[in-house]
């Protein structure tokens, strides 16, 4: 899973204080009547918790998960103001994907529980199904969870996600992942192709390009260190038409694992420093710092380096 790291941007900066500033306007003139709100009200704080959980997401994809989470913070408190259960299920779903993502997994593991028994208690199955299906899916990631066990449940589980394509694709990511665990590879890559087939038809640029960094990770397991190249490389032209900075730094970083682990030391280094150099560019410097780490000591041919 590509983790990322808590830095504050003046971009999200500017996200908050213009939706708060939207939001003051269309608050401004019933702010301070006890009359209870009209539903042209209602729905103008609805749209604008959306508009901040969309926000939120799109933060996420591109590795800014404090970000992420300081907007759902946001998106939450307008959610519980309106009391709608299925946008304040939805806002907790996308905040425990952000704690997962921060470390804070126990804390993750508490909001999905909650959005799971709201979910029940207000008759939101799909809701409720896909609280299940991400909650087993962290706990794999973290080693918290055993992949037959997780298996058995996204089977059961799926297709109660049908009427959602993108809650759809989650659980054959989620199946995918739980085969790739238990080493049946070759189920694992259709399970995350049928995922990826709704990314792409949907155009959904940043979540096809984690589909396919998904396969190499399972193809290079696999030991089909050509495939996991291929995979990563389609990867790669996703995360650029997506424009999606941490992506590619994750996808340069792969392949330089993809190539040491082919036995080429010196493409493995210089993808480890493309990567780091992206990384920078990001200002991410502890994670340019890690991949490198990685970095291995490679004998020089006679002649290498001399002008």
């Known amino acids: 899973m590509k983790n990322k790291p808590k830095t504050m941007t003046f971009r999200t900066v500017r996200v908050i204080n213009s939706l708060i500033f939207m939001l003051l306007l269309t608050l401004l003139f019933g702010a301070c009547s006890s009359v209870p709100k009209r539903p042209p009200e209602v729905f103008s704080i609805q749209s604008m918790a959306d508009t901040l959980i969309g926000q939120a997401n799109k933060e996420a994809d591109h590795g800014n998960y404090q970000e992420a989470l300081i907007l759902l913070d946001e998106a939450r408190r307008l959610a519980i103001s309106t009391d709608r259960p299925a946008l304040r299920i939805r806002v907790n779903l996308a905040r425990a994907n952000a704690m997962y993502a921060l470390g804070q997994i126990d804390n993750a593991e508490r909001v999905w529980r909650v959005a799971e028994i709201e979910a029940e208690f207000s008759g939101e199955p799909l809701l409720a199904s896909a609280c299940r299906v991400f909650r087993a899916r962290s706990l794999l990631l973290a080693g918290r969870a055993d992949p037959e066990e997780t298996l058995a449940l996204v089977q059961t589980e799926q297709n109660k996600l049908k009427n959602d394509k993108l809650l759809y694709a989650v659980s054959w990511t989620v199946k995918g992942i739980a085969e790739k665990e238990l080493g049946y590879y070759a189920e694992a890559e259709k399970s995350i192709m049928n995922a990826l087939s709704i990314h792409t038809r949907g155009n959904y640029l940043e979540q096809a390009g984690y589909d ?16 996991a190249l291929d995979a990563l490389n389609r990867a790669i032209s996703y995360d650029r038409r997506a424009e999606n900075t941490f992506g590619l730094a994750m996808d340069w970083a792969a392949i330089g694992d993809v190539f040491l682990k082919n036995g080429n030391a010196r493409a493995a280094n210089m993808s480890w420093n493309r990567s780091a150099e992206i990384f920078r560019a990001m200002n991410k410097e502890a994670m340019a710092r890690e991949v490198e780490s990685r970095v291995v000591q490679v004998e020089r041919t006679p002649g290498e380096g001399r002008q």
């Open 212 to 227: 396919w960094f998904l396969i190499a990770s399972i193809r290079s397991v696999a030991g089909d260190y050509e495939g």
